[in-house]
């Protein structure tokens, strides 16, 4: 279930059995939400906001070349913790660090060698946690609209 805040509506989606997962995952209604395991938030329009620890799964086709994670700075929250960092794993092993310094829209992309297709545990770790001043009781880590292999 998907909660669409502008349009109040509630979404259903569902999984057909042993469904291969998705290699890129964009935050929609439909967002293949049994990909997204620990740490996520509901969605805000095109993004979810992660905890400062996250998780997910996908599947790496054969062909991918690259990995890539799309983010949504906004200016409060960069007036209020300066800069943040992302750093992203995909099965224990660092992709890279990418710190964030401007406001708007941002894409990171990874290069990445030639692999067979397998199920890929991704990890997202964010740098400093932050917590809203507006009241939301949440300690948050990043927005992210998109990621996942292309």
């Excluded at 938030?41 to 994670?69: C, K, M, N, V």
């Excluded at 906004?74 to 794993?89: D, F, N, R």
């Excluded at 995909?90 to 060698?113: A, S």
């Amino acid at each position: 279930m998907s909660w669409d805040r502008p349009a109040q509506r509630l979404y259903t989606l569902s999984r057909i059995g042993e469904q291969q997962d998705s290699a890129w995952i964009e935050m929609t209604r439909l967002t293949p939400v049994w990909q997204l395991e620990k740490g996520w938030h509901g969605r805000d329009s095109s993004f979810r906001w992660t905890e400062p620890y996250a998780t997910a799964r996908l599947w790496r086709p054969p062909e991918a070349t690259s990995f890539q994670i799309e983010v949504n700075i906004g200016v409060p929250y960069l007036k209020q913790i300066g800069q943040v960092t992302l750093e992203t794993k995909v099965n224990g092993q660092t992709l890279g660090r990418e710190t964030f310094t401007k406001p708007g829209w941002q894409t990171v992309k990874y290069d990445l060698p030639p692999a067979p297709a397998a199920r890929a545990q991704v990890e997202f770790l964010i740098t400093p946690p932050f917590r809203p001043t507006n009241g939301d009781p949440r300690k948050l880590g990043i927005p992210i609209g998109a990621f996942g292999y292309r």
